[in-house]
């Protein structure tokens, strides 16, 4: 599966973004997907996942009631909604999937997009 992540750029604290991902290949729907962030001089860390069905959802503290994942496996993508935004929030965003193990961990997935850039300034 081939990840491409988009919608990232430049938003006032307070703000909202929508991050989207597409893939390609008709296994998409077999995994469970993630989303991880990495800002600079950090490492990368979890943000998101969904079960294959998006049914079931699990979040990093840090971001719950205020980032919401979805994905149409119709579609072959999936979505980053992020409202309320802070400077903490600066980094890269990736999306990823064909899960192995612990989807908590960058190590549990094979397939990564190349990420896209979301700063949030005070």
């Known amino acids: 599966v081939q990840l491409q992540a988009s919608g990232g750029g430049l938003v006032q604290a307070g703000g909202s973004l929508r991050l989207s991902c597409a893939a390609s290949?008709?296994?998409?729907?077999?995994?469970?997907m993630g989303w991880f962030r990495q800002a600079p001089g950090k490492e990368r860390e979890f943000v998101a996942s969904l079960s294959w069905s998006g049914m079931s959802m699990d979040y990093a503290d840090s971001v719950k009631g205020r980032l919401t994942a979805s994905r149409d496996n119709a579609k072959n993508t999936a979505s980053l909604q992020m409202n309320n935004l802070n400077p903490d929030d600066t980094a890269t965003y990736y999306c990823a999937t064909c899960t192995t193990s612990d989807y908590t961990k960058p190590t549990g997935y094979r397939c990564w997009g190349q990420g896209t850039k979301v700063t949030v300034s005070s």
């Open positions: 290949g008709r296994t998409f729907s077999d995994y469970r």
